[in-house]
T-cell receptor
Framework: DTGVSQNPRHKITKRGQNVTFRCDPI?????LYWYRQTLGQGPEFLTY????????KSRLLSDRFSAERPKGSFSTLEIQRTEQGDSAMYLC?????????????FGPGTRLTVL | AQSVTQLGSHVSVSEGALVLLRCNYS??????LFWYVQYPNQGLQLLLK??????LVKGINGFEAEFKKSETSFHLTKPSAHMSDAAEYFC??????????????FGQGTILTVHP
């Protein structure tokens, strides 16, 4: 399978702990997006990478959140000092270089539960 | 700023009946519009997209949508519902360029239930 993969699929943590999620995009895709989806809502944009450069961050991405894509391939999203409000599904998507109407391919998501 | 409104958080139809899921958008520039489907515990899958070519767009699984600029709408339809269509559907908009890098703004989603 050559789709977008995300690990772990589920993460349960205690408030105040740090967590890190990984996204492996489709290999030839240079664009990578992170979204957050809470229960009953549509996904909300968090941040965007073009190759290794982080070009846009949402105001939703507080100082406790950091994302990297060090070699322009996989990406990590870290949440420090987790809060219960961070509980959500974190989705990663990738798309090919070119027009912004290129399809974004989504991974299965990482479901975070903060106790 | 862009926004998407999906009218009806839940839609219920009988198998074989018409499916109509409503989406209205707001965009200051010509939009690109998308419909995604999400099955439980899975990521989003693209159904179809409008990219300023034909206003009637055909997608996978028999779905289609019509872009109506005057109504700022992009409603999703399927002539005959199948049990396998039960899922959550999201309408999304991208402004197609500028500094947005193609990021998507989603509606809140519509859960489609199909009764036998």
């Amino acid at each position: 399978d050559t789709g977008v993969s995300q690990n772990p699929r589920h993460k349960i943590t205690k408030r105040g702990q740090n967590v890190t999620f990984r996204c492996d995009p489709i290999s030839e895709h240079n664009r990578l997006y992170w979204y957050r989806q809470t229960l009953g809502q549509g996904p909300e944009f968090l941040t965007y990478f073009q190759n290794e450069a982080q070009l846009e961050k949402s105001r939703l991405l507080s100082d406790r959140f950091s994302a990297e894509r060090p070699k322009g391939s996989f990406s990590t999203l870290e949440i420090q000092r987790t809060e219960q409000g961070d509980s959500a599904m974190y989705l990663c998507a990738s798309s090919a270089r070119g027009s912004s109407y290129n399809e974004q391919f989504f991974g299965p998501g990482t479901r975070l539960t903060v106790l | 700023a862009q926004s998407v409104t999906q009218l009806g958080s839940h839609v219920s139809v009988s198998e074989g009946a018409l499916v109509l899921l409503r989406c209205n958008y707001s965009s200051s520039v010509p939009p690109y519009l998308f419909w995604y489907v999400q099955y439980p515990n899975q990521g989003l899958q693209l159904l179809l997209k409008y990219t300023s070519a034909a206003t009637l767009v055909k997608g996978i699984n028999g779905f289609e949508a019509e872009f109506k600029k005057s109504e700022t709408s992009f409603h999703l339809t399927k002539p005959s519902a199948h049990m396998s269509d039960a899922a959550e559907y999201f309408c999304a908009v991208s402004d197609g360029g500028g500094t947005s890098y193609g990021k998507l703004t989603f509606g809140q989603g519509t859960i489609l239930t199909v009764h036998p």
